[in-house]
C-alpha cells in the first residue's frame, strides 16, 4: 500500500510560481501512471495533468503552457510546477498513483493566488 503527501502550496501573488511535491511512500513497482488533480470546495475534482511511465506528460488546457510534471525517481517525488498563476488556479492540489484503475490520493495542499 502506498501513501501520498503533498507540499508546497501556499499564497502566492498573481504572476507568480510554485512547485508543489508529491511524496510517495511504499512500492510503486507495477504503476501506471501519476497525476496531479485540483478541487475547490463544494466542486468535483478537475484534471490537471499526467505523468506516465516513460515520463511523457499529459495537461488539462487550463494550465498548458504553464504548468509541467516531473518525477524524480530515486527520491519517489512528483513535482507540479505552475507558472504565471492567476486566481482561477486557486484550489486545493491533490495527487494520485494508478496501479491500472486502482488509485490512491495523497491529503491535498492549498493553493492561493491573490494580490
Known amino acids: 500500500q502506498v501513501q501520498l503527501v503533498e507540499s508546497g502550496g501556499g499564497l502566492v501573488q498573481p504572476g507568480g510560481s510554485l512547485r508543489l511535491s508529491c511524496t510517495i511512500s511504499?512500492?510503486?513497482?507495477?504503476?501506471?501512471?501519476m497525476a496531479w488533480y485540483r478541487q475547490a470546495p463544494g466542486k468535483q475534482r478537475d484534471y490537471v495533468g499526467v505523468?506516465?511511465?516513460?515520463?511523457?506528460?499529459h495537461f488539462a488546457d487550463a494550465v498548458q503552457g504553464r504548468f509541467t510534471i516531473s518525477r524524480d525517481t530515486v527520491k519517489n517525488t512528483m513535482y507540479l510546477q505552475m507558472n504565471n498563476l492567476n486566481p482561477a488556479d486557486t484550489w486545493i492540489y491533490y495527487c494520485?498513483?494508478?496501479?491500472?484503475?486502482?488509485?490512491?490520493w495523497g491529503q491535498g495542499t492549498q493553493v492561493t493566488v491573490s494580490s
Open positions: 511504499g512500492s510503486i513497482h507495477g504503476f501506471t501512471s
Open positions: 505523468i506516465d511511465t516513460i515520463g511523457g506528460t
Open positions: 494520485t498513483i494508478a496501479f491500472n484503475s486502482v488509485l490512491s
